[in-house]
Every structure is written in structure tokens, then in C-alpha cells.
Nanobody, 128 residues
Framework: QVQLVESGGGLVQAGGSLRLSCAASGRTFTNYAMGWFRQAPGKGREFVAAIRWVDSAAYYSDSVEGRFTISTDNAQNTVNLQMNSLKPEDTAVYYC?????????????????????WGQGTQVTVSS
């Protein structure tokens, strides 16, 4: 079965950086897209970034474009999210998710309802 385990969250000052990792196991992820979502207190789950595993095509929300970078490490079977220039409004629980594509170059989804598997989440807190 698919298992996603996030790590790397924590407390950081505004302007600082954090690197989140998602360890993926349970199957081969070649025909998957991997996404990062976040949920702040009292708000719905929000798309942050996603990447298609087979060709590393990456997509970002407008709010993080230019500050965050999503990548995969095939040797470690991990999906990473490098977060720079963090702002207090980035504070949230960050979730890793996996979406099985209908074909390896399928459209990468930004809607959380399209994702099949989820990690338990990791807290990111940015102080002002």
C-alpha cells in the first residue's frame, strides 16, 4: 500500500527557509503526480505545488511561485519542497499527496479531490 511520510517542518522567522521532504513507498511512482498542499487554521486545504514524477514538470500556486521549489529524488523516492523567503501567511500544516495519472504525461491536478493518497502532514510556522 502507498505510504507518504512528511518531515522537515518547524518554526522559522520571516524571510527564512525550510525544506520539506515526503518519503513515498509502496509502489513505483513513475505514472504519478506528487503534490504539496497546505491548510491554515480555519481555512480550507490549498494547493501549493505539484510535480509529475516521470519528467519533473512542476506547477506552483501564484502565492509561492518564485519562492518555493518542488523536486523529486528518484534514488531516495522522495518529493522535496524547498521553501525560501517564508512569510507569516505561509504558516500551515503541509501535506504531501499522490495522484495516479491515467497516463505518464497526464495533466497534473491542482485540486485536492484528484489526489488518491495523503501523508499525515507537518506543521510549518513562520513568525513575524
Amino acid at each position: 500500500q502507498v505510504q507518504l511520510v512528511e518531515s522537515g517542518g518547524g518554526l522559522v522567522q520571516a524571510g527564512g527557509s525550510l525544506r520539506l521532504s515526503c518519503a513515498a513507498s509502496g509502489r513505483t511512482f513513475t505514472n504519478y503526480a506528487m503534490g504539496w498542499f497546505r491548510q491554515a487554521p480555519g481555512k480550507g486545504r490549498e494547493f501549493v505545488a505539484a510535480i509529475r514524477w516521470v519528467d519533473s514538470a512542476a506547477y506552483y500556486s501564484d502565492s509561492v511561485e518564485g519562492r518555493f521549489t518542488i523536486s523529486t529524488d528518484n534514488a531516495q523516492n522522495t518529493v522535496n519542497l524547498q521553501m525560501n523567503s517564508l512569510k507569516p501567511e505561509d504558516t500551515a500544516v503541509y501535506y504531501c499527496a499522490a495522484d495516479r495519472l491515467q497516463w505518464v504525461l497526464g495533466t497534473v491536478a491542482t485540486d485536492d479531490r484528484d489526489y488518491d493518497y495523503w501523508g499525515q502532514g507537518t506543521q510549518v510556522t513562520v513568525s513575524s
